[in-house]
Every structure is written in C-alpha cells, then in structure tokens.
C-alpha cells in the first residue's frame, strides 16, 4: 500500500539574557538554565563555565550517542556501555578566518560478541544521520570500537 509521508515540523526555541561581561543565562522552557560564556582561551574569556564552543561539541557528540541508541533499539542490538568522547579543533581556516576546522568524536560501543559486526554498521548509520552534525559544513569525523562485553566484565559489572 502506499505510506503517508507525514511531514513533522518542530521548534527548538531557546532564550539568551546578557547579564555582564562575557556572562549570558541561557534558557529553555522547563529546562535548567544554563550559564554561557566566552571561553578563557580568548578575550575576556570566563574560565569554568560552558561556552558556546563547548556547547557545539557537546551537541554534536550527544546527538551521535543518542542517535546511536536510537538505531540499536531499533535494530534490536544489545548495547552494554557507550561513551563518545568529542573534541572541537579551532585554528585559521582555508578561508584564511578562525574558526571550527573539525569535530573528533571516539567511541567506545560494548555489545554481544555476535553483534559486533552489526553495531558497526548501526554506528556508522548513526554518524550520518546524527540532526546536528548534518547542520554543520564542518566535518565531523567518528572514530568507532566496538568491543564484545566479556564474561570476566560481566562479573566485574
């Protein structure tokens, strides 16, 4: 039969206030506030608080660890641990500005030794079709191991 296509439209809407300096509160409905600042590394930057830098790695690497328990579920694959660590590079750009260059995420994906191989496949799914990284024309680059949870971890865990 033929399936409806049904179209979905959301708004993710966030409000930011300056409260001085280098200092912003970020809000969202019903969610914590958040406080947002310049990163120490540049001018008047504020050390010890979540930057906009930060932020855009964290995004990024959220959406590809949530996007990928999506895909397990799913797929039906057993996933044991996940941890992606993300790292956002800065330098001078081809385009002879400053800015993001790059965005690293590693991960370290533990499931069924029989389900190795298809949770590589599930990650790599995960890291094309991850919202964010697709919003951005910086290159983020996904480095994935998949590992069998094995019996001396089970009896550890």
Known sequence: GSRMS????????VGVAWEGDRI??????????????TPPEFKNGVPGVWSPED????????????????????????LHSLHVSG????????????????????AVVRTDEQ????????????????????ALDVPVHVDVSVKPITRALEVVA
């Open 24 to 37: 912003t509160t970020v809000t969202s409905p019903d969610k914590p506030e958040l406080t947002v600042a």
């Open 115 to 134: 389900t190795v191989d298809a949770m590589e496949r599930a990650a790599k799914h995960a890291g094309r079709a991850c919202l964010v990284s697709m």
């Open 87 to 106: 790292t956002g590079h800065l330098t001078a750009r081809d385009d002879g500005r400053f800015g993001f260059v790059a965005i690293e995420l590693t």
């Open 55 to 78: 932020l855009l790695v964290a995004a990024t690497a959220s959406c590809f660890a949530v996007t990928l328990v999506a895909v397990a579920e799913r797929r039906e694959l057993p």
């Open 6 to 13: 049904i179209s979905k439209d959301f708004r993710y809407k």
